[in-house]
């Protein structure tokens, strides 16, 4: 089953197409560059990015699919969330081709893609890694931070998600403040990895006691604000590593945490963690020493461009859901919806 899905819920411009869990063709047009100078995405920017490269990385995922767009079976498109004026882009190019080639349209949302990203083959069909329901998914990006039940294909249950900042949001944010630049996940890393005390200083880790499974993060950032504020830039150059290395292990202590219970809480010991910060070789070591304790497994985004935002993960999503025959009914009222939890279940 070919598939060609979209995406353009943030900061990238993707398209692929997919045949099953198999990427056969894949184009990602990364704004960061256009972004990095503001520290943060800026929504109008991102707009008009995602409109002057859209025809473009369409245009080249097809040519490198090289069979015709008619040999396409379905066409996927991410609903949301993500920015307003960012998914409209994608989500107007794919009514057009489907209207066009006369072609029923699979609605995905952003989640899904980031849950099924583990679970992504390249042309070839490697890696292998079959279907072991049910599974904990952990996303942790720049936009989401969430903990889900998943029982089967398509079926998915929020257990606990953060209710300020994401985690990524928290240490891009940090990486402001420390003049590190956007985005800043991975000098943060960087630097860390060079120090041997990981943390030298405690920052705190909001709501780790909390009965539930929710997160918060924008307490950590505002502590680390104060913390800054009492240093003279000095003594805050020479203490970069380790402040930057000792604000993430409260980043990854929380979430490894609250993973814990959750496997606790679920009996489920088998997680997915994608998004943007599992590119993080420190937190996925932590994750993999957790896992152990459990005798579980924990999968990764298997290729580094899967961790981030594409439109790979979004087309291998669509495939279970046209298992499952969701399409969408009308397409002139195919609209984006911003802010979209993960549906409880789909069927
Ligand atoms: O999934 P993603 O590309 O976009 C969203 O959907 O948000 O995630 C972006 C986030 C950013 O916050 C970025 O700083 C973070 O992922 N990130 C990392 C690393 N690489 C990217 N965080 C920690 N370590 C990294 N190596
Ligand atoms: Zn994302």
């Keep these: 089953m070919k598939i060609l899905a979209i995406d353009t819920s943030c900061d ?4 692929a197409i997919t045949d099953g869990r198999k990427v056969v063709s894949n184009v990602i047009y990364s704004q960061i560059l256009i972004h990095s100078k503001w520290g943060g995405v800026v929504p ?4 008009r990015a995602h409109e002057e490269k859209i025809d473009y990385v369409v245009n080249e995922c097809l040519r490198k699919y090289r069979d015709p767009i008619e040999t396409i079976d379905y066409f996927a498109v991410t609903q949301g969330p993500g920015l307003a004026i960012a998914l409209e ?11 066009q080639y006369n072609k029923q349209l699979i609605p995905v949302n952003h989640l899904e893609g980031h849950l099924y990203s583990s679970f992504v083959q390249n042309s070839k069909g490697n890696p292998k890694q079959s279907f072991m329901f049910p599974y904990l998914g952990i996303i942790i990006s720049g936009g989401h931070t969430e903990i889900v039940r998943i029982k089967d294909h398509v079926s998915y249950e929020t257990l606990g998600e953060t209710i300020d900042d994401a985690a990524g949001e928290a240490i891009d944010k940090a990486a402001k403040m420390l003049g590190l630049g956007y985005p800043g996940g991975p000098v943060v890393e960087r630097l860390a990895r060079e120090v041997k005390n990981r943390e030298i200083y405690h920052f705190p880790r909001p709501m780790i006691k909390n009965q539930s499974l929710n997160f918060s993060f924008s307490g950590l950032k505002t502590s680390l604000y104060y913390f800054l ?4 830039e000095n003594k805050k150059l020479s203490q970069l590593k380790d402040i ?3 604000y993430q292990e409260a980043i990854f202590d929380t979430l490894i945490t609250k993973t814990e219970k959750a496997m606790k809480e679920t009996g489920i010991s088998r997680l997915i963690v994608g998004g943007g910060v599992i590119a993080n070789m420190r937190l996925r070591r932590l994750f993999r020493g957790l896992v152990n304790t459990y005798e579980g497994e924990v999968l990764f985004p298997p290729y580094s461009y899967l961790t981030g935002d594409n439109a790979a993960m979004i087309g291998v999503a669509a495939y279970y859901k046209a298992k499952k025959n969701i399409f969408v009914k009308n397409l002139t009222q195919l609209d984006r919806i911003p802010r979209f939890p993960l549906p409880k279940y789909y069927l």
């Design 12 to 15: 990238e411009t993707s398209c």
């Design 44 to 47: 109008s920017l991102a707009k």
């Design 89 to 99: 882009v994608g989500i107007k190019k794919i009514k057009q081709l489907s209207l």
């Design 229 to 232: 504020k009492e240093m003279n």
């Design 244 to 246: 930057a290395s000792s």
